[in-house]
């Protein structure tokens, strides 16, 4: 019989993905900043216009891996299969650090002024900015080390060892799985790379905006795909939902209602005070 992903995981993570993205919201937006020489997370900075849009759907986003996580961890018969405990440790982390990434949101945008890009350099732009740094950092590991778990696994069921991926994965999956992962793994280390590079001037080089937006869309893949690619950690019964199913599906909504009625509250606050 064909196997289905876990439809909860799937419907969270894919959800979590497209709210990630940031890229359809950017081009809705016109494009506010130099997208070849800016970070994408510029545009939540306290700064700008799109500062609440684009923390809202990181909020959001990271909110859902977080349930996600949860969900799967749940499903867990024992922790016994350390691959996939760790890389769900390392999808939570990854979570946690886009919501601290909205918590804290850069102070300005380097890429649109020279002395936010010079005080950048010089680390002058406050502990909030220091701490927004630190959560981006700690996200590009947390999901580099989902992507490496998931190599990891990749080799050992080409040896036929036992992993989350199943006995024996189709080479279609199994393809998939390492043509993602790698991708995520080459742009993270390109885009820490210019990151370094460019340091001095607190301003990305040419071109590292446009790296780091593929970047961010090889993550969203392999967000979408780790609830397809990973087997079930339950069989599925004939039963209807679980009962931990429902409860996640009422967190979900909750969490939703909840994370919206924060961001448009802090919208409509801000309005008024840039009004006043």
């Known amino acids: 019989m064909r196997r289905h992903p876990s439809t909860l995981p799937a419907v969270l993570l894919t959800s979590a993905a497209a ?12 494009f506010p900043l130099d997208p070849t020489r800016s970070y994408l997370s510029e545009l939540a900075a306290s700064d700008q216009p799109s500062s609440m849009v684009f923390r809202g759907l990181d909020l959001l986003a990271g909110a859902l891996v977080l349930l996600a996580c949860a969900v799967m961890f749940r499903r867990l018969h024992t922790t016994s299969d350390g691959l996939r405990t760790a890389m769900l440790a390392s999808l939570a982390l990854f979570g946690i650090g886009t919501m601290a990434d909205v918590l804290f949101p850069m102070a300005c945008a380097p890429s649109a002024d020279a ?29 580099s080390a989902v992507a490496a778990i998931l190599l990891i696994m990749v080799a050992r069921a080409a040896r036929g060892l036992p992993t989350a991926l199943g006995p024996s994965p189709s080479p279609r999956r199994s393809v998939a799985v390492t043509v ?19 340091s001095a001037t607190g301003v990305l080089p040419a071109g590292g ?16 795909g780790v609830p397809h690619w990973l ?26 209602a909840l994370t919206l009625s924060v961001a448009g509250a802090v919208t409509f606050l801000a309005i008024l005070l840039s009004s006043a």
């Open 231 to 256: 087997r079930p950690a339950k069989r599925p019964t004939a039963a209807g939902p679980s009962a931990d199913d429902s409860v996640a599906y009422v967190g979900f909504l909750a969490l939703t």
């Open 209 to 224: 905006g446009v790296v780091q937006r593929v970047q961010t869309m090889t993550i969203c893949l392999m967000l979408t």
């Open 19 to 30: 709210l990630y993205l940031g890229l359809p919201a950017e081009a809705l937006l016109g």
């Open 180 to 198: 993602v992962t790698v991708l995520v793994l080459v742009t993270s280390i390109t885009v820490t790379a210019l990151s370094l590079s460019g």
């Open 115 to 143: 002395r936010c890009a010079a005080a950048d350099a010089a680390g002058t732009l406050g502990p909030a900015h220091l701490v927004h740094t630190a959560a981006s950092a700690s996200a590009l590991a947390a999901a």
